[in-house]
């Protein structure tokens, strides 16, 4: 019955979300901040993530197939299939839903119960959209520059440790990033991306929407919102690569 | 003028308003008083539609809003301005950005115009040397009058307040009072205002709706209550013992 309840009411927040702007130009000055806030806010973070990651790729790679049999381009290309296809456009999501997500609630949460969203909807503006509609566009929008740029970063490092600490040349990792390519895995996983882009920014924007009581409520919702968008990223995820990769 | 007809509320089955008649006057200020959890701020966001009656209907000016649809509402509420429990302003603004926020999102004016508007509103209460600043940056009081600057930006007709004298010292109140009671006349405002500060009733209360058990239990003027024979109301309208002492000197 509850799943029902909130499935029901999360899609009528959305649908709400997009009804027609009062005013586009204040929109359009909404989405420019949001994209600040929710995208460049967040490349510090997402580098240093993905230069470690793309690091440790590299090393435990190496680690495991220490033998003769296999070619030392493998390094390359699982460290390029790891980050291209699950590393860069799931886990770095999930790291946002930490980071956006509970943002997003306890913002929207706090306004909630400071009667500020109640103040919007007698005046008449559409709360729904104009506080999270921004929001959804803007995460759209930057969350695959996100991703790429942690890709070529992941890549980056992974070469430059394998160098380093001698378990892979520049010119082997070079031929295994580029072996056996296929352009439509970097599709799926903005794909990926772009639906859970939309997730965390619509599902956080719902627990803080429905914020009831005082502070500690909004805490709560935060911690709701950073759980719940990272448990729908993990079965969208499912769903998404048995559609498109099967 | 708003008109209450017959309105009912209940949550899941479980009454909080019923048979609730009444009328706002404009160029008056109408109260709805009465206890703790009575139903004053339930009654208040029917009237203003944050939540749908069970039944019943509300009239502003004859206009029918219990069964208008999402764009009449619309229209309705560019004309009703609301000072909240809390100021409710946004923080992410200063105090002339949330002046102009409603002008803004609705107004036709060009940008010299809003700010004219604005700078018009905060001046009206006192407060034009304050407009750069953030709400954090201001006292309560203050904050109380930056929503008033608010919600008289677009010329309501309809001013709701609530409580707009919670969490403020004696003076600062009747400050508040007064300035609610100046723009009613004014400009011809509806006014309604809840409460429960008798301070603020006998100051400028015209027309006073006492609510009770979850509908309107009593209604008069100001110098009805002092001398009403109505029990219940006796009992909140002389709960302390100051007020008692008072109505035993004027025998
Ligand atoms: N959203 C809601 N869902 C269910 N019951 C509610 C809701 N809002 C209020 N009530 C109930 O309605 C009754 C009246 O509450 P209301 O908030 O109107 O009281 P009040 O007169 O404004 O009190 P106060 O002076 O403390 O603000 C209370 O019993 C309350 O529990
Ligand atoms: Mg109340």
């Known amino acids: 019955m509850q799943l029902f309840y909130h499935t029901g009411r999360y899609f009528e927040l959305v649908f709400n979300a997009f009804r027609r702007p009062e005013r586009f130009s204040i929109y359009w000055k909404q989405i420019v901040h949001e994209v600040d806030k929710i995208g460049v806010q967040s490349v510090g973070i997402i580098s240093l993530l993905s230069l470690f990651m793309g690091a440790v790729i590299c090393i435990q790679t190496a680690a495991n197939i220490d033998s003769g049999w296999i070619p030392a381009y493998t390094i390359g290309f699982t460290v390029r299939q790891t980050l291209i296809l699950e590393f860069c456009p799931t886990i770095i999501p999930v790291i946002m839903a930490g980071k956006v997500g509970s943002n997003i609630a306890s913002e929207i949460g706090t306004m909630r119960i400071k009667e500020e969203i109640d103040a919007l909807d007698i005046m008449g503006v559409n709360s729904a959209g104009y506080l999270i509609l921004p929001k959804i566009v803007a995460a759209l929008f930057i969350f695959p520059f996100l991703v790429v740029i942690s890709m070529f970063l992941g890549i980056g490092a992974g070469a430059v440790v394998g160098e380093l600490a001698g378990v892979v040349g520049y010119a082997d990792y070079e031929v295994g990033i580029q072996y056996d390519f296929r352009p439509f895995q970097v599709i799926y996983a903005i794909i990926k991306t772009l639906v859970f882009a939309f997730i965390i920014t619509s599902v956080s924007a719902y627990h803080g929407y429905y914020t009831k009581g005082g502070a500690l409520e909004v805490g709560k919702s935060s911690t709701q919102a950073v759980v719940y968008s990272i448990v729908l990223i993990m079965v969208t995820n499912y769903i998404i690569t048995q559609l498109l990769l099967v | 003028m708003i008109e209450v007809k017959d309105l009912f509320k209940s949550f899941n089955g479980q009454q909080v308003l019923h048979e609730v008649n009444a009328t706002f006057d404009p160029g008056k200020v109408n109260f709805i008083i009465g206890r703790s959890g009575s139903g004053k701020s339930v009654l208040t966001k029917c009237i203003v539609g944050l939540f749908e009656v069970s039944s019943g209907s509300i009239l502003y000016d004859g206009r029918e809003f219990t069964s208008m649809n999402r764009g009449e509402r619309k229209a309705i509420r560019q004309e009703i301005g609301m000072l909240f429990q809390g100021s409710a302003l946004f923080d992410s603004l ?86 609610i009671r100046e723009i009613t006349v004014e400009y011809d405002i509806t006014t309604v205002v809840v409460s429960h500060d008798m301070n603020s009733v006998i100051e400028i209360g015209d027309n006073i709706n006492f ?21 219940e109301l006796n009992d909140f309208v002389y709960a302390s013992e100051f007020l008692k002492q008072i109505r035993h000197n004027l025998g």
């Open chain 2, 94 to 179: 200063t105090v002339l950005e949330n002046v102009m926020f409603p002008l803004t999102m609705f107004g036709n004016m060009s940008k010299e115009e809003m700010k004219e508007r604005a700078n018009f509103c905060l001046k009206r209460v006192q407060l034009e040397a304050a407009h750069n600043k953030f709400p954090s940056e201001i006292s309560g009081g203050m904050q109380k009058r930056v929503g008033i600057a608010r919600a008289i930006a677009m010329r309501p007709k309809y001013l709701f307040c609530d409580e707009p004298n919670s969490g403020l010292d004696p003076q600062t109140s009747i400050i508040i009072d007064n300035l």
């Open chain 2, 211 to 231: 609510v009770n058990k979850g509908t309107i239990w009593w209604k008069g003027t100001r110098n009805d209550i002092l001398k009403t024979e109505n029990q």
